[in-house]
T-cell receptor
């Protein structure tokens, strides 16, 4: 069965650089969620999209932006990277009333 | 206020024993869902089991069962016959409403001892 695909799996960036993370949800899933998990922390909700429209927003810094495209894939853009942005970034997708499927995550390291 | 509370930061259990991981939740929404995820050291978030607020029976999936006590707002995960591969971080999570985001507890790190 198709899963949620995230790319890249690992990313190393320097401070003040920009990063773009990609997420390809399960086909026919209508909602995409982004989470950030710092070292030793629980995942924190960043933002979600329902049918390509932003549906909810969590503790996402102003330096971050996200969008969902016509093919339903989503991208999280992160600018002016800081050391504290180093984390595991998860994308998840769901169909209304159904379960959530997480991708394998992108591990971002800012040096 | 914390909506999902996991009171056990870490647990050590002998292999083959049963394990209960505690989770309490707080919501005023009558429609909600409860999840348990396993996160091994490799980092991926693995879905284990789901319980809907209107489900009459406790959810079971193989060696995993969810002890759902609605009045007490409790959703404990029970792992029967633990294995070394069960060593991981376990997160309890909740969704309020049918399409809302899920929020996580702080997690319990489970260590299975040979």
């Amino acid at each position: 069965a198709a899963g949620v695909i995230q790319s890249p799996r690992h990313l190393i960036k320097e401070k003040r650089e920009t990063a773009t993370l990609k997420c390809y949800p399960i086909p026919r899933h209508d909602t995409v969620y982004w989470y950030q998990q710092g070292p030793g922390q629980d995942p924190q909700f960043l933002i979600s999209f329902y049918e390509k429209m932003q549906s909810d927003k969590g503790s996402i810094p102003d330096r971050f932006s996200a969008q969902q495209f016509s093919d339903y894939h989503s991208e999280l853009n992160m600018s002016s990277l800081e050391l504290g942005d180093s984390a595991l970034y998860f994308c998840a997708s769901s169909l209304a009333g159904g379960g959530y499927t997480f991708g394998s995550g992108t591990r971002l390291t800012v040096v | 206020a914390q909506k999902i509370t996991q009171t056990q930061p870490g647990m050590f259990v002998q292999e083959k024993e049963a394990v209960t991981l505690d989770c309490t939740y707080d919501t005023s929404d009558p429609s909600y869902g409860l999840f348990w995820y396993k996160q091994p050291s490799s980092g991926e978030m693995i879905f284990l089991i789901y319980q809907g607020s209107y489900d009459q029976q406790n959810a079971t999936e193989g060696r995993y069962s969810l002890n759902f006590q609605k009045a007490r707002k409790s959703a404990n995960l029970v792992i029967s016959a633990s294995q070394l591969g069960d060593s991981a971080m376990y997160f309890c999570a909740m969704r309020e409403g049918p399409v809302d985001k899920i929020i996580f507890g702080k997690g319990t790190r489970l260590h299975i001892l040979p």
